[in-house]
């Protein structure tokens, strides 16, 4: 394993070890100027000046969940559309067809959605 | 491994094993899986080590950026409350844990002591995303169109699960 | 090469264990991926170190990829099912298929 290997990826490291450690100097930053004086009403959740009713973990609704659950679908054709499309000056008509035909077959499962009204926000 | 990549896989390893074993032995679930998004973009850097910067991508993108999200999702709409403090676990949880410790131990014994494989001293394909690429187009051809036939069938299996029952 | 293994054999008995114990199904997806994942840190480590000449195994762990994510994706359908109808997630609820 070559150590140049490694050097492109030194920039994401130094991002990542910013990144956190920026988080982290604000975070002693504040503790050490602000003033500490806990009670209790300080710990209920934030509601412009009202009391809350309920708790902050609420259920939220189910029909975000199908969208989830087709998103999934589609980021994972994206990931196979990403080698097609570097691969296809090399390759020509032939991977155009497979990909046309992958996609389709997909395509079908979009339609089957639409055509159960779960796409629609009722 | 010279000295930075080894330095770079004893602190990615750490990562995931730390993040592995707080993902199963949490009581919070919700934290499990932000413990499950942290491990999994640490595997992403194991694959960086190993030459697969596709996969890490594709790994950061499915995993780290949608399953876990979905997870996520299903978190907040079926757990009760994350603060309740109910039992995670189930009652083999020592045999479990004994049955685990010894796969692990003998499987790590089996690795250390088999020295069969024959090192290939070539290095990959330097262009990696045009090599899978190619490789999907040509000789994984029929695994792919399958690929896309198991998404449509778990797009409708999954609409079909959930869809709210119109009578 | 050894320590790559260890680390996904390490990762699976993990990822096993989660599974054998976990009382919340979400839970149980959750290791599975785990598990997943340590397969497919085997299958790239014999790609680099093994057999070098293609990209044969990094092809495969794509292909396990995008299983997983519709295996995740039927499965916490699942899981919504079961809320739906038991109001909690416990694999306990689950018994009723088991006669």
Redesign the interface.
Known sequence: ???F??AP?LSI?IFIVIGIGLVLFTFFLARLIRPSHPYPAKTINYECAELPIG?S?I??N?R???F??????F??????L???????G??GL??LI?MV???L??F??LY??WK?G?LKWV | MDAPVSLVFWILSFIIIVSAFMVVSLKNIFHCALFLILCLFSVAGIYLLLNAEFLAAAQVLIYVGAVSILMIFAIMLTSQLASKRISQTNENKLVAFFVCLMFGLSTLVLIANTHVWRYSAQALPEANVLTIGKYLMTDFMLPFEVVSVLLLAAMIGAIVLARKETS | MFYYLALAALLFSIGLYGVLTRRNIIGILMSLELMFNAANINFVTFNKFVITDGMTGQVFALFVIAVAAAEAVVGLAIVLLVYRNWQGIKTDYINVMKW
């Open positions: 394993m070559k150590g290997y490694v990826y490291l708790d973990w259920q939220f189910p975000f969940y199908i989830a659950l087709i998103f999934v679908i980021d994972v054709e994206a990931v196979f990403f080698p097609w499309a570097v691969a296809f090399q390759l032939y991977a497979e035909i992958f996609i077959i997909l079908y499962g089957y959605a159960q779960v």
